[in-house]
């Protein structure tokens, strides 16, 4: 079965996006309607054998690069989008279909939040190297 990535954002993303406070910003009884509804969404999946991880990230992030042969990674946070904007967690899944992978992430996408609901992307999790050229 295809595993896929549900990525969950809660700020950025494609337009038109709902921008989200931090959710240590949100009132107490929206944390834990919003945390209700994971581990619901987590005992699901379990029970349906379609879970496979499932993370949230803290909003603390470093960018690093490498700095050369000879020298420490660069670490910065910056020049690119904030992680803490773009990628909030993730739900890892094993499903039958893309379909299937829809049909969760629209669910996913209903969990309660502040004045709106979070984005998702879905992504299919590479199985096999890609081609890098057209000869057999």
Do not use: C
Request: aromatic share 10%; glycine share 6%; no cysteine.
């Amino acid at each position: 079965m295809p595993k896929y990535l549900i990525l969950k954002h809660y700020r950025g993303g494609p337009e038109p996006h709902h921008p989200f406070p931090p959710m240590d910003q949100w009132a107490p009884e929206d944390v834990e309607a919003h945390m209700a509804f994971q581990h619901h969404v987590s005992e699901l999946l379990e029970e349906n054998g379609e879970f496979v991880d499932a993370q949230a990230l803290t909003p603390t992030r470093t960018w690093v690069r490498y700095g050369g042969p000879d020298a420490a990674p660069v670490t910065t946070d910056g020049p690119h989008p904030e992680t803490s904007d773009l990628i909030a967690g993730w739900y890892m899944i094993d499903v039958e279909s893309y379909e299937r992978a829809l049909e969760l992430a629209a669910y996913v996408s209903s969990e309660p939040g502040p004045e709106g609901e979070p984005l998702l992307d879905v992504r299919e999790v590479m199985w096999e190297r890609p081609r890098t050229t057209d000869a057999p």
